[in-house]
């Protein structure tokens, strides 16, 4: 079955550092991974996505995440963090399901509170 | 360009009153879901309907259903709200089949039973 963990609940990153949010999976087949990212009191918002292709993916906000095929994982990165981008960010990977439609299962989520 | 709209944004029930969340979606996408948000839990997906006519449950079902009343709406009801149900709710919708490029959400609804 399709899961995806999210190993750390709160993730703290001075701005200006780079910083880190892990996401590993279990998937059968080949994995669609998902980041989104949800401000207080709003919806969840996509921020990039691996389908297939390079292992460094590019998204919004001057976000990207590496897919690791052997470890798994689907890490999202940021060079340089902004006290804007503390938020929730969830991590999702695709489920199939009959008839050829999908869903995601997302992760716990994990809080990033970056400090000026 | 709406994208995924859901009403209300916030509403406090009483335990044992009755409500409809309300989701629709400007996208012509085929597949829609229902989501619950509580701290801690991340998001678990309630009920989702793959295209028009078709329902199935998802992970937390119980005590609520759901009706896909066309291509653009879905809505979620409470028949007898609890105060266990009170949490965050979000639809949203997909292409679902073939291509997948994930979900679009809507803003949410806040719900408090008391």
């Known amino acids: 079955a399709q899961s995806v963990a999210q190993p750390e609940d709160q993730v703290n990153v001075a701005e200006g550092n780079p910083l880190t949010v892990k996401c590993t999976y279990s998937v059968s087949g080949n994995p669609y991974l998902f980041w989104y990212v949800q401000y207080p009191n709003r919806g969840l918002q996509f921020l990039l996505k691996y389908i297939t292709g390079d292992n460094l993916v590019k998204g919004s906000y001057g976000f990207e995440a590496e897919f690791n095929k052997s470890q798994t994982s689907f890490h999202l990165k940021k060079p340089s963090a902004l006290v804007s981008d503390s938020a929730l960010y969830f991590c999702a990977v695709r489920a199939p399901f009959s008839g050829g439609y999908n869903k995601l299962i997302f992760g716990a989520g994990t809080r990033l509170a970056v400090h000026p | 360009n709406a994208g995924v709209t859901q009403t209300p944004k916030f509403q406090v029930l009483k335990t044992g009153q009755s409500m409809t969340l309300q989701c629709a979606q400007d996208?012509?996408?085929?597949?829609m879901y229902w989501y619950r948000q509580d701290p801690g839990m991340g998001l678990r997906l309630i009920y989702y309907?793959?295209?028009?006519?078709?329902?199935d449950k998802g992970e937390v079902p119980n005590g609520y259903n759901v009706s896909r009343l066309n291509k653009r709406e879905f809505s979620l009801r409470l028949e007898s709200a609890a105060p266990s149900q009170t949490s965050v709710y979000f639809c949203?919708?997909?292409?679902?089949?073939?291509?997948?490029?994930?979900?679009?959400f809507g803003s949410g609804t806040r719900l408090t039973v008391v």
């Open positions: 996208m012509n996408h085929n597949s």
């Open positions: 949203a919708s997909s292409d679902g089949q073939g291509s997948f490029y994930g979900y679009t």
């Open positions: 309907s793959a295209s028009e006519g078709t329902t």
